[in-house]
């Protein structure tokens, strides 16, 4: 089967490298999703394990359309009497984008009615109560292909289950992990996120550094249907369970000058069970610091858009120039809306790609420290 998982848009080669690991090399890369093959497990597996994908889709299929006549032929053709049991709940949910097929509630209508013929003819009834188990239907139309898939996920992947209070402008989990994987840290160095928030990078972090799964508490809804064994979600679970190294010791430092951003992300990192692994405490930037030579920064400073004014932000900008000058053995990341933000900083970034955070377009400012000798060793 093929399965998709979406994601935010530059975000692509991150989750494409996070399948590769899992083992699933067979997959196409394209804009906000990756598609890839393999067997039913993969559901499962894929779900608990990505860090920085939104959601799995189950496709079922794809084809071109430019009517609706044959967005209904072409859906009706599809099997979805394998998938969806007689009391099963299947609405649908339709993007469209440079289609001619543009109206999303008579999209959403004639895939509806399609669908239904269809069961009709395997059930034999004209009524479905959709009373069971949800199997809710992904359809994307993208000029002028139609690509029809089940939401496996539910709930975004982004909802971990431990940050239920936000903060102002929150970051998603799925993009903080995005950050800490494109920086290539690795637990035994330091990091630090001197503007913290409400904690998602230091908390997405230690639970990279200690190989914790990042949907192993939460659940999702294809644990309801009726044709993937509980037992395969089982397994999955305890193999994620498996791979844990919770004996590794982090260094990892959050802090924030904002008294409710430290109590914030104090209260997340004990709901992720974390709050051993993270040292947290209320700071200023400019009094950040660390005895290791080599480490990485990685934060989310206010933009202006939602946080902070203009002109107290620009300075901010130029204090953290200031002060990351200091780690000059150090690489830093910084993800920022405002695109002066390099003149602010005092120094153009060794690298910039392009993210989107909550519909905002950003730049994800890349600082490249020196690459620590083979030999050394830094003692906690």
């Known amino acids: 089967m093929q399965l998709i998982a979406t994601c935010l848009f530059g975000l692509e080669a991150v989750v494409s490298r996070e399948l590769k690991m899992l083992g699933y090399d067979d997959q196409q890369v394209v804009d906000g999703r990756v598609v890839f093959s393999s067997s039913l497990s993969a559901v499962c597996e894929s779900n608990i394990w990505l860090r920085s994908a ?3 889709l189950l496709k079922v299929g794809d084809f071109s359309a430019v009517t609706f006549d044959e967005l209904f032929i072409g859906t009706e053709s599809l099997p979805w009497q394998e998938y969806i049991p007689s009391d099963g709940e299947f609405p649908v949910e339709v993007s469209s984008i440079n289609s001619r097929l543009a109206s999303v509630p008579d999209c959403q209508s004639i895939i509806k009615k399609a669908v239904v013929e269809k069961l009709k003819k395997k059930y034999k009834t004209d009524w479905f109560e959709e009373s069971g188990s949800k199997y809710k239907i992904v359809a994307m139309l993208l000029k002028d292909k139609v690509t ?7 709930t975004g992947l982004h909802k971990r289950g431990y940050r239920d209070l936000m903060g102002a402008a929150p970051l998603k989990e799925t993009l903080a992990a995005a950050m800490i994987m494109i920086s290539r840290w690795k637990w035994d160095r330091m990091l630090i996120d001197p503007m913290c928030g409400s904690g998602t990078i230091p908390i997405e972090a230690a639970m990279i550094g200690l190989n914790i799964a990042p949907g192993l508490n939460r659940r999702f809804a294809a644990e309801e249907w009726h044709f993937i064994p ?4 089982i ?8 791979l844990g190294q919770k004996d590794r010791e982090l260094r990892i430092q959050a802090s924030d000058i904002d008294e409710d951003s430290v109590r ?3 209260y997340h990192a004990q709901r992720a069970g974390l709050e051993n692994e993270i040292h947290i405490q209320k700071l200023p930037v400019s009094e950040i610091s660390s005895r290791y ?3 990485f920064i990685i934060t989310n400073p206010p933009y202006g858009e939602r946080v902070g004014d203009p002109r107290e932000l620009s300075a901010l900008y130029k204090e953290m120039g200031r002060v990351f000058s200091g ?3 150090w690489s830093y ?9 390099e003149k602010f900083f005092g120094r153009r970034a060794d690298k910039k790609r392009k993210l989107y955070n909550g519909g905002l377009l950003c730049n994800y400012y890349q600082y490249f420290g020196p690459v620590p000798p083979r030999d050394v060793t830094e003692n906690f």
């Open 235 to 242: 397994m999955s679970r305890e193999k994620a369970l498996s």
């Open 54 to 56: 939104e959601r799995i």
């Open 327 to 329: 780690f000059d053995t």
């Open 148 to 154: 029809l898939a089940f939401d496996t996920s539910g």
């Open 230 to 233: 509980k037992e395969m979600w």
């Open 293 to 295: 030579k080599y480490g």
């Open 264 to 266: 914030l992300t104090r």
């Open 333 to 341: 990341y910084i993800l920022n809306s405002n695109m002066e933000f």
